[in-house]
C-alpha cells in the first residue's frame, strides 16, 4: 500500500491564480481530511468528509473547497489564492469516522508559497 | 468546545533520561486520543492510539496513558536517544455527529548527545 500521498510537493503561485492539492488514499478509509500548518498556530483543520459524496467544513475553510467524489481521493481547491494561505498542506485519513480505532493517517505534506 | 493543551512547548534533557511528554484536553467525550512524531520540514507519523476504554498502550521505548476523568494523556520516552528529538503531536477525536479531530500544538523535544 502507498498509504496516503500527496501531489505536489511544493508549489508556488502568485495571488489570484487558481489549483488544486491532490490527495489519494488506497486503504479504503471512509474520512479523509485536510490540515494546514502553521508556525505557532499548530494543525487546523480546512475541511473532512465522512465517506464519498459528504463534505464538511472545519475550522478554516474559507477560500477553499473540496469534493470526494470517489472513496480514494479528496482533493482540495483554492479558489483565488492570497499569501495568507502559504502553509504546509496535510491530507489524512482513517478507517472509519466516529470509531474508537480510528487511527489518523498522514500524506508528506504540500508547501505552497503564494507571492 | 475541545480544547486540547501541551505542555511545554520545547524541551531539552541529556540523552538517556526517560521523559514524559504532556497532553491535556476539555472534554472527556472523546472516541481514543492519539500520539503522533513529526520531524522538521516532514509530515506526522502515528505513534500511539488510544482508545476511549483503554488505559495505556506501548510500543518499544515508548508507553502512553489515558486518564478520561482529568482529561489527560502522557507519553513516556525511556532511555532517550538524539533519534528521539522530534516535535510530538496529541490529538482527540471526539464524540459528537461532526467527527473532528482536535490537535495539540505540539512539544518540540531535543535530545542532548
Known amino acids: 500500500n502507498a498509504g496516503v500521498t500527496q501531489t505536489p510537493k511544493f508549489q508556488v503561485l502568485k495571488t489570484g491564480q487558481s489549483m488544486t492539492l491532490q490527495c489519494a488514499q488506497d486503504?479504503?478509509?471512509?474520512?479523509m481530511s485536510w490540515y494546514r500548518q502553521d508556525p505557532g498556530m499548530g494543525l487546523r483543520l480546512i475541511h473532512y468528509s465522512v465517506g464519498a459524496g459528504i463534505t464538511d467544513q472545519g475550522e478554516v475553510p474559507n477560500g477553499y473547497n473540496v469534493s470526494r467524489s470517489t472513496t480514494e481521493d479528496f482533493p482540495l481547491r483554492l479558489l483565488s489564492a492570497a499569501p495568507s494561505q502559504t502553509s504546509v498542506y496535510f491530507c489524512a485519513s482513517s478507517l472509519l469516522a466516529g470509531s474508537t480505532y480510528n487511527e489518523q493517517f498522514f500524506g508528506p505534506g504540500t508547501r505552497l508559497t503564494v507571492l | 468546545k475541545q480544547e486540547v493543551t501541551q505542555i511545554p512547548a520545547a524541551l531539552s534533557v541529556p540523552e538517556g533520561e526517560n521523559l514524559v511528554l504532556n497532553c491535556s484536553f476539555t472534554?472527556?467525550?472523546?472516541?481514543?486520543l492519539q500520539w503522533f512524531r513529526q520531524d522538521p520540514g516532514k509530515g506526522l507519523t502515528s505513534l500511539l492510539l488510544i482508545q476511549s476504554s483503554q488505559r495505556e498502550q506501548t510500543s518499544g521505548r515508548l508507553n502512553a496513558s489515558l486518564d478520561k476523568s482529568s482529561g489527560r494523556s502522557t507519553l513516556y520516552i525511556a532511555a532517550s536517544q538524539p533519534g528521539d528529538s522530534a516535535t510530538y503531536l496529541c490529538a482527540v477525536s471526539r464524540v459528537n455527529r461532526d467527527d473532528k479531530i482536535i490537535f495539540g500544538k505540539g512539544t518540540r523535544l531535543h535530545i542532548l548527545p
Open positions: 486503504m479504503n478509509h471512509e474520512y
Open positions: 472534554d472527556s467525550a472523546i472516541y481514543n
